[in-house]
């Protein structure tokens, strides 16, 4: 049986995508018999809780995983200090035995130790950290992992240097997921947030969005699609708790800002909505200061809106491109035109054929290519070519 040395840059649990990511990878990898060693930091301070901890915020068992973590109250040098703490595991790993590293620090260190690794990496890095990422995708020993295609791309320009065989997985979503059809989401959603089915009888149409609020997530569009068309109902899931309470000051009854809910129930939700929204700008920001992912993303929430089957109506920024065809999978509009959104909201709300035809063809591209189970295939065949 493989084993799997997986050195992450996360805090567990968070809300941050890189945990998410992390935690639904070794998920895949686990339901192909891999066993998993995973390094992080643990947001709690007692080690034994972090079973019933991931799986609640989560919704993965990792019963049988190894969980190598350390717990501080201090975050400065974390990422550093998970390399330190995997550094000698990994190097006294048998070749047999595979190491995939999302973990700059851990991925320097190990190549130049000449250890063959994969290294993952969703990001340009700046600074030190640049030279770092530049001086690890060059080793023999590594095989340099992107999410998207054109993320080789902005790798190449900001290194001035040509990938060596970059390998390109796109993220996905947990494998299992099912479609609700359409005449059943109304009563499941009401079942779900536990709210009387009168509130929401009278609207034409349930619109989800589900992700955080930062600058270039598209929050205006939702809220000039709320105005445009009080008949429906708008939920927005996710933010920070500021964030959430500075949208609610001012929002009308039809557009409800529903803050985190934990990654099960997130999943849930978006099952029985009527249509989805992913309403990215043409500036993104994962709420770093600096880091702006809109030409290189490959967003989760993307492959957990087709596994639904409901509906999209997204941006039609070319990094998406690589995933979603207009009119087949979902509807593409040009994403800072509001008019745009809300014409295509009314093609799907007119013609519910064409609206149930574009759920179920994402939802079976999703089983057929989008799945954690089918991406740590692709990762395990890649690091036994090492």
């Given at each position: 049986?493989t084993r799997l040395?997986?050195?992450s840059?996360?805090?567990l649990p968070?809300r941050?995508?890189?945990?998410?990511?992390?935690?639904?990878?070794?998920?895949?990898?686990s339901?192909?018999g891999?066993n998993i060693?995973?390094y992080?930091?643990r947001?709690?301070?007692n080690?034994?809780?972090m079973?019933?901890v991931?799986?609640?915020g989560?919704?993965?068992?990792?019963?049988?995983w190894?969980?190598?973590?350390f717990?501080?109250g201090?975050?400065?040098?974390e990422?550093?200090?998970?390399?330190?703490?995997?550094l000698?595991?990994a190097l006294?790993?048998p070749?047999r035995?595979?190491v995939?590293?999302?973990?700059?620090?851990?991925a320097?260190?190990?190549?130049?130790a000449?250890?063959?690794?994969l290294?993952?990496t969703?990001?340009?890095e700046?600074?030190?950290?640049?030279?770092m990422?530049r001086w690890?995708?060059?080793?023999?020993c590594?095989?340099?992992?992107?999410?998207?295609?054109?993320?080789?791309?902005c790798?190449?320009?900001?290194?001035?240097?040509?990938?060596?065989?970059p390998?390109?997985?796109?993220?996905?979503a947990?494998a299992?997921?099912?479609?609700?059809?359409?005449?059943r989401?109304r009563?499941a959603l009401v079942?779900?947030l536990k709210i009387?089915?009168?509130?929401?009888?009278r609207f034409?149409?349930?619109c989800?969005y589900?992700g955080?609020l930062?600058t270039?997530?598209?929050?205006?569009?939702i809220?000039?699609m709320?105005?445009a068309r009080t008949?429906c109902?708008?939920l927005?899931?996710?933010?920070?708790g500021s964030?959430v309470?500075r949208?609610?000051l001012?929002a009308?009854?039809?557009l409800q800002?529903m803050?985190?809910?934990?990654?099960?129930?997130?999943q849930?939700a978006?099952?029985?909505v009527?249509?989805?929204l992913?309403p990215y700008q043409q500036?993104?920001?994962?709420?770093?200061?600096g880091h702006d992912?809109a030409?290189w993303?490959?967003p989760?929430?993307?492959f957990?809106?087709l596994?639904?089957?409901?509906?999209?109506?997204?941006?039609?920024?070319?990094?998406?491109?690589?995933v979603?065809?207009?009119?087949r999978?979902?509807?593409?509009v040009k994403?800072d035109?509001a008019?745009q959104w809300?014409?295509?909201l009314d093609?799907?709300i007119s013609?519910?054929?064409f609206a149930?035809?574009?759920?179920e063809?994402a939802?079976q591209?999703?089983?057929?290519?989008?799945?954690?189970?089918r991406?740590?295939d692709?990762?395990?065949?890649?690091g036994h070519?090492?």
């Amino acid at each position: 049986m493989t084993r799997l040395h997986y050195i992450s840059p996360s805090l567990l649990p968070s809300r941050s995508a890189n945990s998410v990511h992390v935690m639904h990878q070794c998920d895949g990898f686990s339901g192909l018999g891999v066993n998993i060693s995973l390094y992080a930091k643990r947001a709690i301070v007692n080690k034994d809780d972090m079973v019933d901890v991931l799986f609640e915020g989560y919704g993965v068992n990792v019963d049988n995983w190894e969980l190598i973590t350390f717990y501080s109250g201090y975050s400065r040098a974390e990422t550093l200090r998970i390399a330190m703490m995997a550094l000698m595991p990994a190097l006294q790993a048998p070749s047999r035995e595979l190491v995939l590293s999302r973990n700059l620090h851990a991925a320097w260190m190990l190549a130049g130790a000449g250890k063959k690794i994969l290294f993952e990496t969703h990001q340009l890095e700046y600074g030190v950290r640049k030279v770092m990422q530049r001086w690890i995708m060059t080793r023999p020993c590594v095989r340099t992992v992107v999410i998207s295609k054109s993320l080789v791309g902005c790798l190449e320009e900001h290194h001035a240097m040509q990938l060596r065989d970059p390998l390109i997985l796109h993220d996905a979503a947990p494998a299992g997921i099912q479609r609700l059809l359409p005449d059943r989401r109304r009563q499941a959603l009401v079942e779900l947030l536990k709210i009387p089915s009168t509130h929401l009888a009278r609207f034409k149409a349930i619109c989800g969005y589900f992700g955080q609020l930062y600058t270039g997530r598209g929050i205006e569009i939702i809220e000039a699609m709320a105005a445009a068309r009080t008949e429906c109902m708008f939920l927005v899931f996710g933010g920070d708790g500021s964030d959430v309470a500075r949208r609610r000051l001012n929002a009308p009854a039809n557009l409800q800002f529903m803050g985190h809910v934990p990654h099960p129930i997130s999943q849930r939700a978006q099952a029985a909505v009527d249509v989805l929204l992913m309403p990215y700008q043409q500036s993104v920001s994962i709420g770093v200061k600096g880091h702006d992912t809109a030409r290189w993303m490959s967003p989760m929430k993307m492959f957990e809106y087709l596994a639904v089957g409901v509906p999209i109506i997204s941006s039609d920024l070319p990094v998406l491109k690589e995933v979603l065809t207009d009119g087949r999978n979902a509807l593409l509009v040009k994403a800072d035109d509001a008019g745009q959104w809300v014409a295509a909201l009314d093609l799907l709300i007119s013609n519910k054929n064409f609206a149930n035809s574009i759920g179920e063809f994402a939802h079976q591209e999703y089983r057929a290519k989008h799945t954690w189970l089918r991406r740590a295939d692709a990762l395990l065949s890649a690091g036994h070519d090492l």
